[in-house]
Structures are given as C-alpha cells and as structure tokens.
C-alpha cells in the first residue's frame, strides 16, 4: 500500500460542541476558511442508476423509476472501483443510523458521498434498538417520577422526527399502541394528565390521542397480566421502526443518489493534507486488499467506537464516549399482545422499566442496563441479565404464568453509544504507537485513554469538530439521526472547502427506497400478481415495500425457508444483489430479522442459505465452510444460542405427544376464553385438570384430530404449512462452547411417527398463527 503525500497545515485548534444538553453548548472561534471549493458532482459516470431531478433544491428520484420492476444496482466492486479513484467531498466512517443518515444528506444536496463500514450497515446499536422509534413514554414516568421537566423540549424534537419517519418510509415505521397497566388509584390521574400533555407537546404531529381503557378491555389485550389491584390502563401511541432495513433503506437511497458505498471495509489509518483528515487509510476485510480514499471532509459516525477513529486523527485528544449495554429477549407472542405494547414503569432509577413490544410476530421483552467493561469485544448476553429481565416479567404477570429461560427464543446485548461532555484539560502528547488490530475497527484504544466518569453525560447527541477537522457524531438515537446527519452536513460545508452555495437539508421530505408509490393495498397486489400467500405477501410489503415488485418478480424460487416463518429463498437472492449481503450473518440478522427473533430458527435456515449465497458469489468449500462457522458463531455469542438459548429435547413419547396436542388444538376454540386460554399456553397446557375448565370433552371422533399417531394420514395443519424438503437437525448446544459445523450440516433422520410441525416445542407460536398485519392497531 503506498502511502499518499503527507502535508503539515495550520495546527491552529477548532472545536465546535453542539448538544441538547445545556453544558455542551460551546463554541470557540473557528478558523478562517475558504469556500473556493469546485462545485461538486452527483457520481461518476459508471454508475448504472437512474437520472437525478432537482426540485426545490433537493435531488430526489423520477416517476420512472417509480415505476420499474427491474433496477440496475451498481455492485459492491464498481464501488470500490470508484472509491480507489476519485476524490469524494465527504467520506462517512460507520453505517449506522446517523452515518447512513450522513450519506443521504450529502448525497442529496449534490456533494460526491462515500460510505464505509467495518463490518455491515446497521451491524452495531442501530440493528438491535428497542425498535420504538423514541420510547418518550419513559420520558413522562422519568418527569413525574423524578420532576425532571429538561425532557420535554427533548420530547417535542422526538416527536416531531417520530412524523417525518412515518411519512418518509411507511413501510418500515408504523404506528405502535403502549399501554401502561395502572394499579394506585392515586397515580391514575397523575399519568392521565401527563400523557394527555404528551400529546398536547406533540401537536399536529401527535399521530394519535391518548385513552383511558377498562380493567377487562387491558386484560384482553394482555391476558398474562397481573389482575390483582389492577384498575385499568393507559394507551398511547408511539412509533415503531424496523431499525435494521430502516438502515439499508438509507443505504440504498443515498446509491440511488450517486453515493459509493461499501460494508466489510475497516479504516486503518487517517492521514492529515493541507492541515486536515482528507485521506483515509481502508482495508478490505473480504479480500484483504489495501487503498486510500481521499476526500474533503470526514464524518466520524462510528458509534459506540467513536474515540477510536478519534484518537487515529489525534493520539492525543481525550476520550468521550462512554457506551452503555442493553439486553433485550425474543419470546413467543402469547406472552404479550400482537397488537398493544406494554410499559411498567420502574419504581427508582435503579430498577429496569418493562417494555415488551411485538415484532415480527414476536414479544420483545426489555431492557436491562449495563456497563461495558471492554469496548473492544463483541457483547454477549449474560445469562444474569436475562434472570433479570425474565424475573421484572414475572413480577408483572400472574403467579401460574411458567416464564422461564427455556421460553427464550433469541437474546443480544446491544452497546449504545453515549458520550459524556469534552474535556478541556488535554493530555502531554505522547509518541504515537500503532495500535492492533480489534474486532470491530480494527484498532484499540490506548491503554491510558479512560474516560472521566465525572463528566456529564450528554442527554441527546454531541456534534465535535476536531482540530484536524474531523467532524465526530456522539450520542443520538433513531428518533435523531435526520437531524444529527444534517447538522454533521453543515458544519462540513462550513469549515472544509465545500461549495458554500449548496441548498439546504430536503430530507425531511425525501422519500426513501421503497417508499415510493407504496399503499395499504401493496401485499393484495403481490398475491394476486405472483401468487404468494399473504402473510408472506405482507412481510415483503413491510420490509421492502415497492421494491417487492423487483424481488417478486426476479425471484426463481419463492419456498419458505422455515415452515414457522413467510421469508422466503428470493429474499436471500434479493439481498445478495441489491443489497450487499456479503455473509450469512448479513442475511439472516440484518436483512432477515429471523436471528432477532428465533435463534434456532436462524440455525435451521442456514444450510439452504448457504447454497444460495454460495451460488451467487460462487464461493469454494473452504469458503462455504469459513462461512457457516462465522454464523454459528454469531448465533453463539450475540443471540444467545447455547448458554441462553438451548436446544429443545425432541424426543416425547407419543402419549404426551397426544396429550398436548389434544388439549392445545382443541375443537371446541369458540367456547375457551381467551384469557384463560392464553394462561394455559403459558403454563404448558399439561395438567388435566387446566385441560377440563378451559374446555369441554372431546368426542371419541375427533379426540386425536390434530394428534401425532402412527398412521400415515397427513395432518390439516402438515398440509396448510409444508416442511422444509431436508429437515435438518442440530446437536445439543453446550453452555461455554460453540457449534461444531456438523450441527447445522448433517442431516437428522426424522423420527417414526412423529409430524416435523408438531416437534417444535410447545412454547412457540402455534404453526398456524397468522402473520401480523402492521397496520391491526
């Protein structure tokens, strides 16, 4: 790798500090800079996509390609290609929410964009949210708990981003209904009136008023919950994001828009030009292969990871960020409600708030908080905060109700980025050492860099511009990554040489892909256009929107990948070329939420992954096997497989096998109250005596209907929902060591007598639960 001519500037210091927090706001006096800056281009003429139209000082896409089936997307080589080339205006370092966000903006306003990211976009916090889009429920227990009345202003600017994603990518955000049990008749018009101005600060971008429902209406809703002393409940309305495909939604328009962009590319190195970061050393984690990009101005948008590419422009500056864990569990649906989300505010600040929100026809359930001991390692699940977050459930449901670790179905700790205010002591300089290589950037911090704990720690996001004039994002959460990547934006046209007449910030109106000419009736048109069934014509709408046209109608083989779940093989193909899925980990975590939801699921689907993906970037055995064990592995140690998911035991006799079946399909559905029936699922609907209060002796008739028996008559429920054509099976998984290969690749022989749809354990959804329709609330 050669490395680039390097010239000493001006070492005069420039730091802009910007923030919500009132002790962030400080500014010193900025260089005095030239804007005699060449107007900038869109993209290079190599790149295959359709022409730009400005309108009202924002380029946004034309009808035509509105329109199309079938679209030409430029492939991750033809981006590199242009990256070892040109000269960029602003380079963005991280793919997450703010970075892709970063690019869109830039993209946008006529400024030649780059992207990178060391592992994949939406890899890190942005993918494993709560998924609310600001969660500003837990804003109004914190001002009437602790009457901090600094969150409302923070409040309204959530608020009024919570409209913009809605009106900007219907297809991934929604309209999501909290309801928040109340028990204290006390507390009952404390909480009215506080969601009541909840909804006053939101104004007209208030999606929906705040109501008061019954006892019986909330345990309706959620028929788990604790009925002692309950009074009834609150519901408001929030926003619900699909935060990973939210992600390549951003990536995708900002190539839509002439941007280069690239996953799998770690940053090595950042050399200084005329006094600024303008050369960016890169390694390609795929093939190993080494360049520079050169570029105006970078963006630092790395996350919790943000003083590492600091700390490369300046071995000497002082570390913010101060990341923080969360842990959040998938459980089976009946635990909660697959319409109404669920808040219990905590009683003090040291106890977790319980929120349980659906999600691809699951509950999630979180979310604990932790301190990060290493920034340098992937964080794992531990099994004391899942005990934790599954003891805070209980405390809330009824005492019969069975939640334990084995109803667990995936679990991951996210490391949320959280910066405390700059210092402005700074340390002797040092000689500068070479740090090695990590896990996520590829580098470490140094040993001495320890962040002062004393220091406050900014509310919302911080907005850094260093003296070599890197521009850092710190903080921030979905709710504002629009915002942040605007500002980010401006302060680059500000202080590098960038063309001062360039319009302003148009993303608030700017559709994203897969927005455009999407409807309420989109999934009818996939299945009377391609003949698919709904629940998976409803899932491609929700993810992909109208790009399910292209997907559809590109696809060569449209067979589920799981009987329990509507994704299906042309997603994989879909995503390996549209959408940069370079691994198994970026398919079945980032571009299929199935490893977020269902960890042995995820396993399961893997081989038939494989092949596809192999197919298409015609990888070698060796390459195929380097692959299954970097997913295992994955599964491991960041959704919990193994020391909190464990392997369901398969082998029943066929006496209990009838047993459960029996009493969990039983004929007489309209006669069983749904509460108490939802109970018995919780509680494993085995003691006879739950069994004769739920419903009424079944004839001898139909008294093994949906049993597994030994003759060879197929099952209704077999035929309506058709097995994978290799079952494959999967070892016992140990509690400290990972998968060997085998355990995904090996088939199992399927046991006599025994129906693969009714193996599964009878703690997950029934097979025949349909797919949740977005828009049932």
């Given at each position: 790798?050669?490395?680039?001519?390097h010239c000493?500037?001006?070492?005069?210091?420039t730091?802009?500090?910007?923030?919500?927090?009132?002790?962030?706001?400080?500014?010193?006096?900025?260089?005095?800079?030239?804007?005699?800056?060449?107007?900038?281009?869109?993209?290079?003429?190599?790149?295959?996509?359709?022409?730009?139209?400005?309108?009202?000082?924002?380029l946004?896409?034309?009808k035509?390609?509105?329109?199309?089936?079938?679209?030409?997307?430029?492939?991750?080589?033809?981006?590199?290609?242009a990256?070892k080339?040109?000269?960029?205006?602003?380079?963005?370092?991280?793919g997450?929410?703010?970075?892709?966000?970063?690019?869109?903006?830039?993209?946008s306003?006529?400024?030649?964009?780059?992207?990178?990211?060391?592992?994949?976009?939406?890899?890190?916090?942005?993918?494993?949210?709560?998924?609310?889009?600001?969660?500003?429920?837990?804003?109004?227990?914190?001002?009437?708990?602790?009457?901090?009345?600094?969150?409302?202003?923070?409040?309204?600017?959530v608020?009024?981003?919570?409209?913009?994603?809605?009106?900007?990518?219907?297809?991934?955000?929604?309209v999501?209904?909290m309801?928040?049990?109340?028990?204290?008749?006390?507390?009952?018009?404390?909480?009215?009136?506080?969601?009541?101005?909840?909804?006053?600060?939101?104004?007209?971008?208030?999606?929906?008023?705040?109501?008061?429902?019954?006892k019986?209406?909330?345990?309706?809703?959620?028929?788990?919950?604790?009925?002692?002393?309950?009074?009834?409940?609150?519901?408001?309305?929030?926003?619900?994001?699909?935060?990973?495909?939210?992600?390549?939604?951003?990536?995708?328009?900002?190539?839509?828009?002439?941007?280069?962009?690239?996953?799998?590319m770690?940053?090595?190195?950042?050399?200084?030009?005329d006094g600024?970061?303008r050369?960016?050393?890169?390694?390609?984690?795929?093939?190993?292969?080494?360049?520079?990009?050169?570029?105006?101005?970078?963006?630092?948008?790395?996350?919790?990871?943000?003083?590492?590419?600091?700390?490369?422009?300046?071995?000497?500056?002082?570390?913010?960020?101060?990341?923080?864990?969360?842990?959040?569990?998938?459980?089976?649906s009946?635990?909660?409600?697959?319409q109404?989300?669920?808040?219990?505010?905590?009683?003090?600040?040291?106890?977790p708030t319980?929120?349980?929100?659906?999600?691809?026809?699951?509950?999630?359930?979180?979310?604990?908080?932790?301190?990060?001991?290493?920034?340098?390692?992937?964080?794992?699940?531990?099994?004391?905060?899942?005990?934790?977050?599954?003891d805070?459930?209980?405390?809330?449901?009824?005492?019969?109700?069975?939640?334990?670790?084995?109803?667990?179905?995936?679990?991951?700790?996210?490391?949320?980025?959280?910066?405390?205010?700059?210092?402005?002591?700074?340390?002797?300089?040092?000689?500068?050492?070479?740090?090695?290589?990590?896990?996520?950037?590829?580098?470490?911090?140094?040993?001495?860099?320890?962040?002062?704990?004393?220091?406050?720690?900014?509310?919302?996001y911080?907005?850094?511009?260093?003296?070599?004039?890197?521009?850092?994002?710190?903080?921030?959460?979905?709710?504002?990554?629009?915002?942040?990547?605007?500002?980010?934006?401006?302060?680059?046209?500000?202080?590098?040489?960038?063309?001062?007449?360039?319009?302003?910030?148009?993303t608030?109106?700017?559709?994203?892909?897969?927005?455009e000419?999407?409807?309420?009736?989109?999934?009818?048109?996939?299945?009377?256009?391609?003949?698919?069934?709904?629940?998976?014509?409803?899932?491609?709408?929700?993810?992909?929107?109208?790009?399910?046209?292209?997907?559809?109608?590109?696809?060569?083989?449209?067979?589920?990948?799981?009987?329990?779940?509507?994704?299906?093989?042309?997603?994989?193909?879909?995503?390996?070329?549209?959408?940069?899925?370079?691994?198994?980990v970026?398919?079945?975590?980032?571009?299929?939420?199935v490893?977020?939801?269902?960890?042995?699921?995820?396993?399961?689907?893997?081989?038939?992954?494989?092949?596809?993906?192999?197919?298409?970037?015609?990888?070698?055995?060796?390459?195929?096997?380097?692959?299954?064990?970097?997913?295992?592995?994955?599964?491991?140690?960041?959704?919990?497989?193994?020391?909190?998911?464990?392997?369901?035991?398969?082998?029943?006799?066929?006496?209990?096998?009838?047993?459960?079946?029996?009493?969990?399909?039983?004929?007489?559905?309209?006669?069983?109250?749904?509460?108490?029936?939802?109970?018995?699922?919780?509680?494993?609907?085995?003691?006879?005596?739950?069994?004769?209060?739920?419903?009424?002796?079944?004839?001898?008739?139909?008294?093994?209907?949906?049993?597994?028996?030994?003759?060879?008559?197929?099952?209704?429920?077999?035929?309506?929902?058709p097995?994978?054509e290799?079952?494959?099976?999967?070892?016992?998984?140990?509690?400290?060591?990972?998968?060997?290969?085998?355990?995904?690749?090996?088939?199992?022989?399927?046991?006599?007598?025994?129906?693969?749809?009714?193996?599964?354990?009878?703690?997950?959804?029934?097979?025949?639960?349909?797919?949740?329709?977005?828009?049932?609330?």
């Open positions: 790798m050669t490395r680039p001519g000493q500037g001006n070492d005069k210091r730091t802009i500090f910007r923030g919500t927090h009132s002790q962030v706001k400080r500014t010193t006096i900025p260089m005095d800079l030239g804007h005699g800056g060449r107007p900038s281009r869109v993209c290079s003429s190599w790149v295959s996509s359709p022409p730009l139209l400005r309108k009202t000082g924002c946004t896409l034309p035509s390609r509105q329109a199309c089936t079938h679209k030409r997307t430029p492939t991750r080589l033809e981006h590199l290609c990256m080339k040109e000269e960029y205006d602003v380079l963005v370092i991280g997450g929410s703010a970075g892709c966000g970063c690019a869109v903006d830039a993209a306003r006529g400024l030649k964009t780059a992207l990178i990211d060391a592992v994949d976009f939406s890899s890190g916090a942005s993918s494993k949210s709560s998924k609310l889009i600001d969660g500003s429920g837990s804003y109004i227990t914190d001002i009437i708990r602790d009457k901090d009345f600094e969150h409302l202003h923070m409040m309204q600017q608020m009024s981003e919570r409209a913009t994603m809605l009106k900007i990518a219907p297809h991934l955000n929604r999501q209904p309801l928040m049990p109340i028990y204290s008749v006390v507390r009952l018009p404390l909480y009215w009136l506080g969601f009541k101005a909840y909804d006053w600060l939101a104004g007209a971008s208030n999606v929906r008023s705040s109501h008061f429902l019954s019986e209406e909330t345990l309706d809703e959620f028929p788990l919950l604790k009925s002692k002393g309950l009074r009834g409940g609150l519901v408001y309305y929030d926003g619900q994001v699909d935060d990973a495909r939210m992600c390549i939604a951003l990536v995708m328009t900002a190539v839509h828009l002439g941007a280069n962009v690239a996953n799998h770690e940053l090595i190195e950042l050399i200084r030009k600024c970061c050369c960016a050393g890169v390694r390609d984690v795929l093939t190993d292969e080494k360049f520079y990009i050169e570029a105006k101005s970078v963006i630092n948008a790395t996350g919790a990871h943000t003083d590492t590419v600091r700390q490369l422009s300046d071995s000497t500056t002082m570390p913010i960020s101060m990341p923080t864990l969360g842990t959040t569990l998938a459980l089976p009946y635990f909660g409600s697959l109404y989300g669920l808040l219990c505010p905590a009683a003090s600040q040291h106890d319980l929120v349980m929100v659906p999600f691809e026809n699951h509950v999630l359930l979180g979310t604990s908080e932790g301190v990060v001991d290493d920034i340098g390692q992937i964080p794992t699940p531990q099994p004391e905060d899942v005990e934790l977050l599954l805070s459930a209980r405390d809330h449901m009824e005492k019969t109700v069975q939640l334990g670790p084995e109803n667990v179905l995936s679990a991951w700790t996210a490391m949320r980025p959280a910066v405390v205010c700059p210092s402005e002591a700074r340390p002797e300089a040092r000689p500068e050492v070479r740090p090695e290589a990590g896990p996520e950037l590829g580098l470490e911090l140094r040993p001495d860099a320890v962040v002062d704990k004393k220091r406050p720690l900014v509310r919302n911080l907005l850094e511009i260093s003296e070599g004039r890197l521009i850092t994002l710190g903080g921030g959460r979905w709710s504002t990554y629009r915002v942040m990547a605007a500002e980010a934006v401006d302060a680059a046209i500000d202080v590098c040489d960038l063309n001062p007449d360039l319009p302003d910030s148009c608030s109106d700017l559709i994203l892909d897969g927005a000419n999407w409807c309420f009736m989109l999934p009818l048109d996939f299945v009377q256009a391609y003949d698919v069934p709904m629940d998976v014509a409803q899932h491609i709408a929700d993810s992909y929107g109208s790009n399910g046209h292209t997907l559809l109608s590109e696809a060569t083989s449209k067979k589920r990948l799981h009987c329990h779940f509507p994704y299906i093989e042309a997603e994989v193909q879909y995503a390996a070329r549209h959408e940069y899925a370079c691994t198994l970026d398919i079945i975590a980032r571009r299929l939420r490893a977020f939801v269902d960890a042995l699921a995820a396993l399961d689907m893997l081989p038939r992954i494989l092949d596809i993906m192999s197919e298409h970037h015609k990888w070698s055995e060796t390459e195929q096997t380097k692959q299954l064990v970097l997913a295992q592995h994955f599964l491991v140690r960041q959704m919990g497989l193994g020391s909190v998911v464990k392997a369901k035991k398969k082998l029943q006799t066929n006496a209990k096998i009838k047993e459960s079946t029996t009493t969990a399909s039983c004929p007489s559905k309209p006669q069983i109250h749904a509460r108490k029936f939802f109970k018995a699922l919780a509680m494993g609907v085995s003691s006879p005596k739950i069994v004769h209060s739920l419903c009424r002796k079944p004839k001898k008739s139909e008294k093994y209907q949906f049993a597994v028996t030994k003759t060879k008559k197929k099952s209704t429920a077999k035929e309506k929902f097995t994978p290799t079952p494959y099976g999967f070892l016992a998984l140990p509690g400290t060591s990972g998968i060997t290969t085998a355990a995904a690749t090996s088939p199992a022989p399927p046991e006599t007598g025994l129906d693969p749809t009714t193996t599964s354990t009878d703690k997950r959804d029934p097979p025949s639960s349909v797919w949740r329709n977005k828009f049932m609330c």
